[in-house]
């Protein structure tokens, strides 16, 4: 088929499609500044002069004692102690009428998992959640009832082969995925495992070896996708696989490559299959050059041996 | 006046028609076939044929949504006109909507196979249903309407790096759900 065709047979597609679009988004953007904005930059302004006369204050009070700080903590650099999970602020959430602030509460209060007490609380405020009318929050609700009650039926939940099991929390609250964040339940004692900065705002999928001592985590941005194998008993990590090809592939076909400064390469994954115990293989879309370059690649990485090959599809 | 009201002064085989189709469509004729053709006499010859085109077709043809069935007839007489033109004379724009549409083709130096016209299109319809609905309009935008890039980043109000990677992304899966559809592209 030439692009034409294509062209011509996507003209053919249903007329609702194509006058909902018509009237879909704003014909122009507003000029000017709306004044909400000229408010919240107002009250920036006075809260910002506000905190650096109580700083200044604070330091000429502290200028004769010498500072030492070993590490910046994040609470640290906001000048106040760091946040404490709070699980009974979570139960009183549930009763609110905002179906925002439940859905955060149902997923909040799987971090209790560790206090039987607020466990045994939550999983009888969670019940009648599991049969809400928005999908959303019932499903939360299923899975905070499976982790809590410890059934661990979830099909959500990755079960590994040293008897941890992995999942995530905001199961698919976005388009893109879940929350990027990694929990962890053994021994019976629930921890964070791990979590993902930007540009990894999601994980969309988690996928067990056949042994179920590897997984392969994907996650994503708008704009981009990343693989990582993870090893969560030794506590090993491959490097991200899907840049890891972009580069390698882009020297071998001498393809000018770089690496954006925000780290999104605009390239994807499909068809993530493990072809042994040690060997993840995918389909990967590689971008070069602003997207101006698309390499279809097959890629196969050997995560004991850290062996990668890009080839590319036919 | 009415959609109803126009397609019975065709029915009726009144001049007016055309003057009433110019008067509510006229300019959303000259968008789309401007965002596909770069010179003002193709755009005007493309829009007059618009015209002429929807009196012989109706009747028979009873149009279910007036403006998208006059939309449809623009984007294909402009097609072949943009088919027509030499390099130099295209619009510059549409070649590179053309071109990304390349990506949905899996190869495009294949033997080509026979398909039938409106097989890919339900296909397309399917897929188009089952994506995002931002995503989805974005892609109808740019696909259908042929809309540029800014145009597109000013109408959803996001930059052009978001608009050209949803399209991206949106192009691979429809690639995907061709091919899984069996559709030889």
Known sequence: MKREELYREIGLMDEDLIE?????????????????WV?????????????SALLATEYYKNQNAEPYIRYLRAEDMELLPAPKYDGMKF??????????????AINRLVEGFNDPSLRAKALNKLQPFAGNENPKIA???AFAIDILSQSYRSPYIVKLADGSMLFTLFNHYSDYGSQNVLWRIKDNKLEEYSSFSAPSMYITEMIPSPDKRLVAVVTCSNKSEFVQIINVEAGRTSPELIESARVKYGAEQEIDTWIRPDYENYSDA????????????????????????????????????????????N | M?????????????????????????????????????????????????????WNAIPPTMPGKLSVFLGRITRNIALDKHSYNTAKKRNRQFDAILTELEGCIASPDTVEGEYEAGET??????????IEEQARNIFIRRYWYSDSIEELAMRFQM??????????RTRNKLRAHLAKGGVHL
Not at chain 1, 278 to 306: P, R
Not at chain 2, 121 to 130: H, K, M, R
């Open chain 1, 139 to 141: 499903d939360a609700a």
């Open chain 2, 121 to 130: 299109a339900s296909l397309i319809n399917e897929f188009l249903y089952g």
């Open chain 2, 2 to 54: 009415e959609d109803q009201g126009i397609v019975r002064l065709y029915l009726q085989r009144s001049q007016q028609a055309i003057v009433e189709t110019k008067k509510k469509y006229g300019a959303y004729c000259r968008v789309i076939a401007r965002n596909i053709l770069s010179s003002l006499s193709d755009i005007d010859e493309c829009e007059n044929d618009t015209y002429l085109a929807a």
């Open chain 1, 20 to 36: 909902a679009a018509g009237s879909s988004g704003a014909e122009k953007r507003k000029k000017g500044f709306s004044k909400k």
């Open chain 1, 39 to 51: 408010a919240l930059v107002a009250c920036l302004v006075l809260y910002s002069s506000t905190a």
């Open chain 2, 159 to 168: 930059s052009s790096s978001k608009v050209k990677s949803i399209l991206f």
């Open chain 1, 270 to 313: 499909s068809n993530i299959v493990w072809k042994d115990n040690d060997t993840l293989e995918f389909e990967g879309s590689l971008a070069y050059q602003d997207t101006e370059i698309i390499e279809n690649v097959s890629v196969t990485y050997q995560f004991s041996s850290k062996v990668m090959e890009v080839t590319k599809l």
């Open chain 1, 91 to 104: 139960l009183q959430a549930l009763k609110s009428d905002n179906e925002e602030h439940v859905y955060v």
